[in-house]
């Protein structure tokens, strides 16, 4: 089975979550042996999400940690 | 320690006990990974949308079940709230842009790029920089990765958003968003494709498209 380039951009997802038939994994093999490009290509979505996996989180800000505590006891209180 | 709390069950019986280091670290996890789903499905409602989540999960907190992940749970309550705002400020919430999305016909790559037979005829640029750490050490590039992702359609940008940024796996993100796998991959794969395009013009000396 033959698979173009286009067509591996098109699976380049389907690769990564383990989608793919066991027939076109293979293909797909076969094209990366040979295709520098299309190895560049799946590299690039890899550090793709590779780079939104390392975006920083921050903590919350000081009012609103106040805000919610306040919320939190607000509770509390009425049930006791 | 309530620090080292990565267990749902021993978080939650620490906030029924009103522990307030294991609140403040409950709220520190979830905070950020809220405002930015918000952000992407509700836009500028987004800080109300997560002070109404905020208020459901802190008055629903007692009743939890655990049928469900904590961060399942505080993120389905969001889409909801979300969904509101978006109807209430008539925008095109998820579900209708998710339609809409499917239908489209959106290649990966510019189909120009390739040859008639599907080869590469214009190949992936090369990036000058080659490590997550590089790439976002790279001055603006945080802010330019949000603006990128902002830019997507809203569906593709909210699956990237709980895939990629937020770390979720497939099956947490259907339970969520109430979509199918398959659906569910057609979205990511889209916004992954444009996000790598965008990185390719932003991180190639060539400034390929």
Sequence with gaps: ?80 | MAEECADDLALVTLLRQGDRAAFRTFVDRFHHPMLRLARAMAGSSAEDVVQETWAAVIDGIDRFEHRSSLRTWIFRILTNRASTAAKRSRRLELAGSLAEELAADDPAVDPQRFTRRGNWAQAPASWNERTPEDILARAETGAEITRLIEALPTAQRVVVTLRDVDGLDSAEVCEILGITEANQRVLLHRGRSKLRSALEAFLSSEGAA
């Design chain 1, 1 to 80: 089975m033959i698979i173009t380039c286009r067509e591996l951009t098109e699976a380049a997802t389907d690769k990564k979550e383990g989608a793919l038939s066991g027939v076109d994994r293979a293909a797909l093999r076969v094209h990366l042996a040979w295709c520098t490009r299309c190895r560049r290509y799946l590299e690039q979505m890899d550090l793709t999400v590779d780079v939104l996996g390392a975006m920083p989180s921050e903590p919350a800000p000081e009012d609103v940690h106040a805000q919610l505590l306040e919320k939190l006891q607000k509770n509390r209180g009425s049930r006791e």
